[in-house]
Every structure is written in structure tokens, then in C-alpha cells.
């Protein structure tokens, strides 16, 4: 009996020592599974985050617009504090300055015309004056569009776009701009003291036969909570696998079978007073 009873023992440890996980696999898990839910808590800081940033905006573009930040101001000026915020300013085009970036809005392919806006101190602001088609592209199409004298300008402060576009780099030397990268337009048509910023007019700025204003597309994608619950379910899932695999034995069945306690011949099963008991696993 005694015999049976080491068989048994014996085959149950090495059952659990099969079943149960390498060391480094357990602490690779067990990282993996903080990891995920690291994941998870910041996307849901994210998501708390974008949702102001998106209120912050509304409330800045439909706000009425404020003059333009000085040039004292210019150096604290900011995309978490400015951007998109609505302002006016007043001054005189320079149009023969004018610059062309590539663009696709809801009219179509083709330039955002970028011009720079001479104020009464001399300092330069860069008009996102609005968009033209590529057949519009020669300024010569678009005279009667350009005013001469002093204007009044009202649109969203926008922060500069430096480098180029994506996968598409400015190339000053041959005109061709894929961003509104201020400092590198001010260099290019030699203009000096101008804002680190640019304006994007609005609707109510365009002049008739000018380039259409008011194309600002406000758009901040918030997909975190979907992230975020992708994160915990992952999480989650890797839990559900851990428990399982080291709880299988906890939750296994046991067989109760009586040997006969003398007998050495396993098929030789009998009841009684001097039967052994032999636990098997199932």
C-alpha cells in the first residue's frame, strides 16, 4: 500500500511541477499585465485631458475677438494658452510678399495665400488671408481681390507650422511650401520684426474676389476611452489566464479509490476495515 501511495504522490508533483509556469514567464506576465493597466489609466488621462483642451478651443474661437497680443507679448505667446484664440488686428497688405502653401480643403486642392499685414508700429503679421484653386494661383487672377489701403483683419491666432508638411518638406529656394512655417516665409521674402504667429482670417475678412476665409478646420480626434478599454480588456484577459493557470489545482476534482491495504497487485480491490485509500486526480 504504502508503495501505491509514493507511485501516486509522485505522479501528482509531477503533474503540478508540468503545469506550473517557468519563473520568467511569471514575472514577464505579471509586467505585462501592469503594464496594460498603466496603459489603460492613461489613456483615461488622455481623454480628461483632450475633453478640456476641446472646450478650451470652443470657448476661445466663439469668443469675441480680442486685439491681437502685442509685441511685448509675443515671446510668452503659446499653443496651450493662444492658439485659436480670436482676435483683430488692423494694418496695410503687402501683397508683391505674398506667399503660396499647399493645401486641401472642402473646395477642393489647392494654396493657402499667406500674406504679410504691415501695422502702424511697422511690425509684420503673417494673413492667412484664405484659400484659391490652383487656376488662381497667379496673383495677377486675383488683383481685384487685393486691397490697397488699411484694412481691418479678425481671425484665430495659429501657431507656426515649422518644416514642412507630412512626408513633405519645404523647399524655400523653389517656392514650394507644404506649411505656414512662419520663420522660415519671413527669411525667404526678407521681412523683419514679425509675429512667431500667423492669422487665420475668418469669413467676415475676405474681400470679393479675394481668396475664400473662414476655412479653419477645428478638429481634435478623442478616441482614447475606446483605447482605453482596449487596454483593460487585454488586462483583463491576461488575468483570467494567470488565475488559471495557477489555480488549476485548486479547482481540480479528486478520486477517492480503495486498495486493498496488503495487496501489492493493483487489479485486487476490496472494502473493508483494512482497505488503503488512493487519491487520484481528475
Known amino acids: 500500500m504504502s508503495e501505491i501511495r509514493t507511485v501516486t504522490s509522485e505522479a501528482e508533483d509531477a503533474g503540478r511541477k508540468a503545469a506550473r509556469p ?75 510678399r505674398e506667399t503660396l502653401v499647399q493645401a486641401v480643403t472642402e473646395e477642393g486642392p489647392g494654396y493657402w495665400v499667406l500674406t504679410p499685414l504691415q501695422r502702424d508700429d511697422g511690425t509684420l503679421v503673417l494673413v492667412n488671408r484664405g484659400f484659391v484653386p490652383s487656376e488662381r494661383r497667379d496673383a495677377s487672377t486675383r488683383q481685384a481681390g487685393n486691397p490697397d489701403g488699411q484694412v481691418e483683419i479678425t481671425g484665430l491666432l495659429r501657431m507656426t507650422e515649422p518644416k514642412g508638411g507630412f512626408l513633405r518638406n519645404n523647399v524655400p529656394q523653389h517656392n514650394r511650401w507644404y506649411s505656414r512655417d512662419v520663420a522660415a516665409i519671413a527669411a525667404t521674402r526678407g521681412l523683419h520684426d514679425v509675429a512667431p504667429f500667423f492669422i487665420d482670417a475668418d469669413g467676415g475678412s475676405q474681400t470679393t474676389g479675394g481668396p475664400i476665409g473662414g476655412l479653419t478646420v477645428i478638429r481634435f480626434p478623442n478616441n482614447h476611452l475606446i483605447y482605453a478599454l482596449t487596454w483593460f480588456a487585454l488586462a483583463f484577459m491576461l488575468a483570467g489566464k494567470l488565475l488559471v493557470t495557477f489555480g488549476g489545482g485548486l479547482f481540480r476534482r479528486k478520486r477517492f479509490v480503495h486498495e486493498p491495504a496488503g495487496g501489492s497487485d493493483a487489479t485486487a480491490r476490496r472494502t473493508g476495515s483494512d482497505a488503503g485509500t488512493i487519491v487520484e486526480s481528475t
Open 22 to 96: 517557468r519563473l520568467w514567464l511569471t514575472v514577464l506576465s505579471l509586467a505585462a499585465f501592469a503594464l496594460l493597466i498603466a496603459l489603460g489609466i492613461w489613456q483615461i488621462e488622455r481623454r480628461a485631458w483632450k475633453l478640456a483642451l476641446i472646450d478650451r478651443v470652443e470657448q476661445r474661437v466663439h469668443a469675441p475677438a480680442q486685439p491681437m497680443p502685442s509685441p511685448a507679448a509675443w515671446p510668452t505667446v503659446s499653443t496651450a494658452n493662444d492658439e485659436y484664440r480670436h482676435v483683430s488686428l488692423t494694418g496695410r497688405f503687402l501683397h508683391d
